[in-house]
């Protein structure tokens, strides 16, 4: 019965199609060309920024429960020894947001940036991360005891900053010596270097006076000791940029010295990461020994690594050989102890962040670093070559040894997601996270590069098969009629 009534229906079939003219193939074929490669530069669009399909996204998050997929849950965990729990935390991926220890000021440097470029250099995501930092570092459970700190705690969930120099102004009325609030207006209020020094110089009074008064009550209760821990942390913190305003106005000898100092006075204050400040400082001071010295204590294997612990170790190592390294005359002759030395050194720091490379070449542009970096990642990549770049510079033939070198790393570790060769293998999770951190004007970095998704070949070859045909259509419109006719008769028999 089928082909019986598939046989009757093939004159009208017939009759229809011969009633079809050139311009109807040629209009249908532009329409498809046109629609295919809307469809492809959306999908390219949304690759771009987001790293994803946005036709299997959809598929994934909204087609396959209709159709009743579903996805299979994981097995229970097994049980493991101490020594496998060990090894599957280290090849965990870590995506945690850490405080970026060179972090510009707000007032004097982001906000200036952004009254010239007329662009937010923090994202939304940044700024609240270093929000919460606030309320951790700086309010305790006795603020409710003394109306100033009261206003502060308020004023660090401000997301308003005029709101917040406000709430630090009335802060002051009622306790001249809150030296939270001269924090807040260093870092928000202060339009230069020079200001948001003479607020933190106040904040030092202020917090070493408050200090003082903890330590000698922090027996007392448990909230007590709660408020020394806060006073502590201002102190710290208040110290630690005061440094890094020498650094910023050219006293770096004296900038050296208070970090020496802040380092010894609180040494289990390590997790604050004060020694990259140090050895930022000291490479400008080109003190090479005391920077060597420094990563003697820090570059350990019981301590998280960083972009500036293993660049400045591989920076050193390259020194050494830089400047007489030439490919040709290696390739002859072979490698040195020396040089074996420093290229195992690149190839470690690139191992550990691979996006840091081609900021320190120039092969991609910066922007200002963000106040949290993930390790690892791009954002860490821009808060290093920000402010280490000028170091390599400095150094005649380090940039070129780099050069030269660093994409030998990625034949030693070919599945970087499944296995490193130094480290554990690279997290997946740092895209996601650094383009939550980065701005949006900056393209993002990504290792490992992701291979385009089907949908896109797919597009560009319908967008391209569809204009052929349309521009055969165009040139040889009786003979694509009657080829297209007999392929819709075809079809229609196949059926």
Not at 118 to 139: C, I, R, V, W
Not at 378 to 397: C, M
Not at 406 to 424: A, D, N, Q, S, V
Request: with cysteine; hydrophobic share 40%.
């Amino acid at each position: 019965m089928l082909v019986k009534s598939c046989f009757f229906c093939l004159p009208t079939v017939t009759v229809f199609l011969s009633t079809l003219t050139p311009k109807f193939y040629f209009a249908l074929t532009v329409t498809s060309s046109f629609i295919s490669g809307l469809i492809f530069v959306f999908e390219w669009w949304h690759f771009r920024k987001y790293g994803t399909s946005f036709i299997e996204q959809v598929s994934v998050s909204h087609l396959r429960p209709l159709i009743g997929g579903v996805e299979n849950s994981p097995p229970a965990p097994a049980a493991f020894s101490a020594g496998e729990n060990e090894a599957n935390r280290q090849n965990m991926p870590e995506c945690k947001m850490w405080r970026n220890p060179l972090n510009l000021f707000r007032g004097a440097e982001y906000s200036r940036y952004m009254w010239v470029t007329g662009k937010e250099p923090l994202t939304y995501y940044d700024m609240n991360l270093s929000a919460q930092d606030h309320q951790n570092f700086f309010t305790c459970d006795t603020d409710a005891l003394r109306p100033s700190d009261t206003v502060m705690q308020k004023a660090w969930r401000e997301r308003n900053p005029q709101a917040r120099i406000k709430a630090a102004y009335q802060a002051l009325e009622l306790n001249n010596d809150c030296a939270t609030a001269y924090v807040l207006l260093a870092e928000e209020e202060a339009t230069t270097i020079v200001d948001a020094e003479r607020y933190f110089k106040q904040a030092l009074k202020a917090g070493e006076m408050i200090y003082r008064k903890s330590q000698n009550c922090h027996s007392q209760s448990p909230q007590h000791e709660a408020q020394l821990r806060r006073d502590t942390n201002v102190l710290v913190y208040v110290k630690r940029r005061l440094a890094m305003c020498a650094r910023k106005l050219g006293r770096i000898r004296e900038s050296v010295k208070m970090m020496r100092d802040l380092m010894k006075e609180f040494p289990l204050l390590s997790m604050l990461n004060i020694h990259e400040n140090l050895l930022e400082a000291l490479l400008e001071l080109q003190a090479y020994a005391d920077v060597q010295a420094v990563l003697a204590k820090y570059d350990d294997i019981s301590l998280p690594k960083s972009a500036a612990i293993c660049y400045t170790a591989a920076l050193l190592k390259a020194r050494a050989v830089s400047e007489r390294f030439s490919p040709e005359t290696a390739f002859k002759r072979g490698l040195s102890t020396a040089e074996i030395n420093a290229v195992e050194a690149i190839h470690r720091a690139v191992e550990f962040n691979p996006h840091v490379p081609k900021y320190l070449l120039e092969m991609k542009s910066l922007v200002l670093p963000p106040e949290h970096i993930l390790k690892r990642g791009d954002s860490e990549a821009v808060a290093y070559a920000f402010f280490h770049l000028q170091h390599w510079k400095r150094i005649e033939g380090a940039l070129h040894l780099l050069h030269c070198t660093w994409e030998g790393t990625f034949r030693m570790i070919p599945y970087p997601l499944e296995k490193g060769h130094l480290f554990y293998p690279y997290p997946s999770c740092t895209e996601t996270a650094d383009r939550e951190l980065l701005p949006t004007f900056h393209e993002v970095s990504v290792y490992p590069q992701k291979e385009l998704p089907f949908f896109i070949h797919f597009t560009a070859g319908l967008c391209s098969f569809s204009a052929m045909l349309a521009l055969l259509t165009h040139q040889f419109p009786e003979l694509m009629v009657v080829f297209a006719k007999a392929v819709d008769c075809f079809c229609f028999l196949l059926l």
